[in-house]
């Protein structure tokens, strides 16, 4: 009999394993946009492309469908979520929303263990590239992750994990809306001198200046991934009318 437990229950691990591994690369692939947006997603694609068997990659799917990053249709399976100008828009304003709400309520009880976690966020933030040396084209993954944690540090002391919970899904819509549109000639803009505003008028306990420069952050990153979508959009419509037969007659 204990035979048997421990055989199922390290059978069960196992499993729960695999299926956090492929949900973390499935996720990573779509919020880096390497699975085209509106496409289906096949259990038997996915259990081929991440070499695993279809119960752990349809826990991982229904996983990622419950963050909003899948869609699901009724006995159809599963299919990525499609980018619109207009979801962005909708997306921006919503979390413009929340994390004003979540500033507002930081800067009510900031400490000094914030501003020096804070500081501290964007000091390493600073100090690291925006964009890989060997490959400008591309964003450097670690100034990503700085990247998210100093807006992480920021709203860290809103005393809601809820509020934290969905200020953190939507920063990976955004994220993964920048990663699709990014295309052409890099848009000029002072990235770290936007981020130390947002950290210099916080730190000076100045509330309507934070929040002001937070939600400008947010709106000139949408206006520059809106511009690059109408880019996509045009390319891709031009590919479509180049690779279409015409009709008989």
């Known amino acids: 009999m204990t035979d048997s437990v421990v055989d199922f229950q390290g059978s069960s691990g ?17 919020l880096h946009g390497v699975i085209e947006p509106d496409s289906k997603l096949r259990v038997e694609w996915a259990v081929k492309t991440y070499g695993a068997g279809a119960s752990p990659v349809r826990e991982a799917l229904n996983r990622l469908a419950s ?3 899948l869609g699901r ?27 004003e709400r979540a500033l507002r309520e930081t800067l009510a ?43 992480r540090a920021l709203i860290a002391e809103c005393g809601s994990r809820w ?3 969905f200020c953190e899904q939507l920063a990976d ?19 770290l001198s936007e981020h130390r505003a947002i950290a210099d008028r916080a730190i000076a306990g100045d509330v309507e200046g934070a929040v002001t ?12 991934s809106q511009r690059q979508l109408e880019t996509l ?13 015409p009709r008989d007659g």
């Open 109 to 151: 009880k900031r400490t000094p263990a914030w501003e020096e976690a804070l500081v501290l966020s964007l000091h390493r933030m600073s100090r690291t590239p925006r964009y890989l040396a060997n490959d400008p084209a591309n964003t450097n993954p670690e100034w990503e992750r700085l990247h998210r944690a100093f807006h």
């Open 73 to 99: 249709h009724d006995q159809r399976g599963f299919f990525v979520m499609p980018v619109s100008a207009a979801e962005l828009e909708e997306l921006t304003r919503t979390r413009c929303w929340l994390e």
């Open 14 to 30: 196992a499993k729960s394993t695999l299926a956090s591994s492929v949900y973390g690369r499935l996720r990573h692939d779509l």
């Open 233 to 245: 959009s045009g390319a891709g419509a031009e590919r479509s009318a180049k690779g279409r037969r």
């Open 67 to 69: 963050e909003g990053l």
């Open 163 to 165: 509020l934290l919970g």
């Open 173 to 191: 819509q955004a994220h993964r809306y920048r990663q699709i549109a990014r295309t052409g000639p890099r848009a000029r803009r002072d990235e």
């Open 213 to 224: 420069a937070l939600t400008e952050h947010y709106r000139l990153t949408s206006e520059i």
